[in-house]
């Protein structure tokens, strides 16, 4: 398990907090990771940060072919 806190950025200026937690659950073959996003926005107004999904679709591709490349 991993967790990634963003405290500063362009992001900060419209959310109060935001928390990433990454979960790897092992599998008979390989393992599924799990992604929970938490975050308080700023005012109602501000639309869900979901650009970040893509960003967690991204590092887990990455992290897949380095340890595939690094440990098969």
Not at 16 to 25: G, H, L, P, R
Not at 30 to 38: A, F, R
Not at 45 to 64: F, G, Q, S, W
């Amino acid at each position: 398990m991993i967790t990634f806190k963003i405290m500063d950025g362009e992001i900060m200026k419209a959310l109060k907090n935001f928390k990433a937690t990454a979960q790897a659950i092992p599998k008979e073959e390989g393992c599924l990771v799990k992604w929970i996003l938490e975050y308080e926005k700023r005012s109602q107004n501000i639309p869900d940060p979901v650009d970040y999904r893509e960003l967690a679709t991204k590092i887990c591709r990455d992290m897949d072919g380095h340890l595939a490349a690094n440990f098969n």
